[in-house]
């Protein structure tokens, strides 16, 4: 029987290129994306001209009564849920000082509330058939914190500290939890950096490039093939950080 999943942000960048692998091994997919529409059908005609089927589903996952709406569109259709990708995420790049009480919940919901909700959410139909893989996007500053991304560390250090616990709870019901920490990835989030400093960063890493969404794409590969692996935060990141 195939597996069907969840895909948060996965209109553009890794969450794009994570619906696509996973959609390319037979699994199928529900992309959710909230803004980027034409991205999104953009991702399902690249698809359909491989014959491959994918769901594009709209929905803000900042909020719960979307949430339930998207997950209960996937039980509808497929009956299951059996592996969730919590990636969709935003940044914000500024002084913590000039911080506000806004950036704080928009960037808390939207990257570590969405993880919480999403998972409660699938959570209980992956419990009634004993299997169940669920994968956090984080982040590198999540790991180590990063300067002028106050809130968008602390929101990815949330994941990695959900993944742990849910981890440790969910495991006699064999459903795994971890993280993927992405180094620098060549996405739209990433844009404002300038190619000087991409290249100062190249030479920062041992593996000497910048990583692409599909580095991130082939772990997610991985874990959801793995039977295990769960509790972890993976770093994949070219050696830039090494703990």
Same mark, same amino acid.
């Given at each position: 029987? +195939?597996?069907?999943? @969840? ?29 980027? /529409? ?13 014959? $491959? ?8 996952? !900042? ?12 039980? /509808? ?5 059996? @592996? ?5 995420? *935003? ?16 960037? $808390?919901? =939207? ?8 998972? +409660?959410?699938? *959570? ?9 893989? $669920? $994968?956090?996007? !984080? ?47 060549? =996405?739209?989030?990433?844009?404002? %950096?300038? /190619? ?7 030479? /920062? ?16 590969? %991985? ?8 509790? +972890?935060? @993976? ?5 830039? @950080?090494?703990?």
């Amino acid at each position: 029987m +195939q597996k069907v999943a @969840i895909v948060t942000g996965a209109s553009r960048g890794i969450g794009r290129e994570i619906a696509k692998t996973l959609a390319r091994k037979g699994i199928k997919v529900v992309a959710n994306y909230c803004k980027s /529409e034409e991205s999104a059908k953009s991702l399902k005609d690249e698809l359909q001209k491989e014959n $491959i089927s994918i769901d594009i589903k709209k929905a803000d996952v !900042s909020k719960r009564e979307e949430i339930k709406k998207l997950v209960e569109h996937t039980l /509808e259709k497929y009956k299951k849920v059996d @592996i969730l990708i919590n990636n969709a995420g *935003i940044s914000e790049y500024k002084l913590f000082t000039d911080e506000t009480d806004e950036d704080w919940e928009k960037i $808390i919901n =939207t990257n570590l509330y969405s993880a919480f909700a999403m998972s +409660q959410e699938v *959570i209980p139909n992956m419990i009634h058939n004993k299997n169940g893989c $669920i $994968i956090n996007i !984080s982040s590198a500053w999540g790991v180590v914190g990063g300067s002028l991304e106050v809130i968008y560390s602390v929101s990815k250090a949330g994941m990695d500290g959900l993944t742990k616990a849910l981890a440790k709870e969910l495991g006699p019901s064999n459903i795994r939890v971890n993280s993927i920490a992405p180094g620098m990835i060549r =996405t739209e989030m990433n844009a404002k %950096w300038t /190619e000087e400093e991409l290249n100062e960063l190249k030479e /920062e890493t041992p593996l000497g490039r910048i990583g692409l969404p599909l580095d991130i794409a082939k772990c997610v590969d %991985w874990l959801v093939e793995d039977n295990f692996t769960t509790g +972890q935060v @993976i770093s994949v990141n070219g050696g830039w @950080i090494i703990t």
